[in-house]
């Protein structure tokens, strides 16, 4: 796949094949089946028997979290030349990677999922049977993820989740073939939680926006869970669907709630969306925001209005005064995409690193083998300093971002939006492994 096909705006099927023609025949050459005496095992070892391994990518282009979509995919992109020509960085977050994974160049397919599930389901089944994809990776939509999930068990082909912050994904959802990097509504909850006790106090009350479905769900339950715990009450719960055009009458009766805070669980462009009327109708000034579960870029679409405002994230761009390969990351992004990595390129980039590194361990590209590799729970590098993954739900453990948005005054640059307010450890938020219904399938 070519960054000019993509910068064409193909349409998703257009794309598809425009990728199975380029690509396809490359992947699939009349070659000796790789050299391993292993059992044959989904694409394995069809899809690595060239000098090529493809790798199938759905990410949202279109809809509401089309902009997450794109900066999740940059990072994917960037993954991948680094990978292949053996970058620095790379080297820091897999050591044994050459050149290629396993001395096999990358080459992969885009689809827009359109943070659809059938869409995404669609478009990573054709690169599994039409270019014997060796892994599959996407997400920004939870349900998109679980889908995914299912996909790979299905067809014992690895799934690594660039994007998911439902409980479900490494929770009931959970698959042997499925791994996720990022945090999720109950680490975000237990992250913010403290912060928000601290400085509002207890036995307040909030008002919940959430999104309908898995993420919205679950991160909004985490929220009230771990508030109770302080007093805290909700006074409304106030569900609107993915890509609602209008808040209007979700906030009149958040407006008339009596709330002191509202929690914002939208997400993407609905959380602009969502945040701008919550001005527009006044309930800005009778309560405060948090956004538990945030990408920053919601500061500079709502025009300010993250300004001493509390968020959980990923990911912010000046902690590489504290990582150095945040650092490396960071210069590396701005100087091929001109302009500061969000958490979504962050999430990418990572966890298509991780899995390389797996590949590498594993000395194999036979899923059950990478699978076994990421299940040792090794402590590896990341961007955001060592995580390791658990073998019981495949999940990472990995640090929680607090963010505070700048005021204005305050702003060094057109990219200073947010003040650091604390990097909370991972190990000491997660639940247990099986406390949301966690049960792996089977390796074959």
């Not at 396809?24 to 060239?50: C, H, Q, R």
């Not at 299912?150 to 791994?179: M, P, W």
Request: glycine letters at 10%; one cysteine or more.
């Amino acid at each position: 796949m070519t960054d000019d096909l993509i910068r064409r705006g193909l349409s998703r099927r257009g794309l598809l094949q425009t990728t199975a023609g380029l690509i396809g025949g490359t992947v699939l050459p009349a070659m000796p089946a790789f050299a391993e005496d292993k059992p044959a095992i989904g694409s394995y070892p069809a899809g690595v028997s060239g000098s090529t391994a493809f790798i199938g990518i759905s990410v949202p282009r279109t809809g509401t979290y089309a902009v997450q979509g794109e900066d999740e995919l940059k990072g994917y992109q960037l993954a991948i030349e680094h990978i292949n020509e053996g970058h620095e960085l790379i080297k820091k977050i897999s050591p044994k990677t050459s050149k290629g994974v396993l001395g096999k160049e990358l080459k992969f397919g885009v689809a827009d999922s359109a943070a659809k599930p059938n869409e995404a389901v669609q478009a990573q089944q054709r690169f599994i049977s039409e270019n014997k994809a060796i892994m599959i990776t996407g997400g920004t939509s939870s349900a998109v993820a679980v889908a995914l999930n299912k996909l790979a068990q299905r067809e014992h082909v690895i799934f690594v989740c660039g994007i998911s912050g439902s409980n479900d994904t490494t929770g009931k959802d959970c698959v042997r073939y499925g791994f996720r990097q990022n945090f999720f509504g109950q680490t975000a909850a237990a992250a913010i939680g403290p912060v928000m006790v601290k400085e509002f106090g207890k036995g307040k009350k909030a008002a919940y926006l959430t999104p309908d479905y898995t993420y919205g769900h679950t991160v909004t339950k985490s929220m009230q869970d771990f508030l109770a715990s302080a007093g805290w009450t909700t006074v409304t719960n106030q569900v609107a669907p993915l890509g609602a055009p209008d808040y209007s009458s979700y906030l009149l009766n958040v407006a008339n709630s009596g709330a002191d805070v509202l929690i914002n669980v939208n997400w993407g462009h609905d959380a602009v969306l969502s945040t701008q009327q919550a001005k527009q109708f006044g309930v800005l000034d009778k309560m405060k925001l948090v956004v538990p579960y945030q990408v920053p870029f919601i500061a500079r679409e709502t025009g300010g209005l993250m300004q001493g405002v509390y968020a959980a994230t990923d990911y912010w761009w000046t902690i590489e005064d504290k990582f150095p390969l945040a650092r490396m990351f960071n210069e590396a992004f701005e100087k091929k995409y001109g302009y500061k990595p969000e958490w979504g390129a962050e999430n990418s980039y990572v966890s298509f690193a991780h899995w390389a590194r797996m590949c590498e361990e594993a000395g194999s590209f036979n899923p059950p083998d990478v699978i076994k590799a990421y299940e040792k729970g090794e402590t590896i590098p990341s961007l955001v300093g060592d995580v390791h993954y658990r073998p019981e739900d495949h999940q990472c453990i990995r640090p929680v971002i607090i963010v505070k948005g700048k005021q204005q005054k305050d702003m060094k640059n057109k990219e200073d939006w947010y003040d650091v307010v604390e990097i909370v450890p991972g190990e000491g938020l997660m639940q247990k492994p099986d406390a949301f219904g966690c049960h792996l399938g089977d390796y074959t």
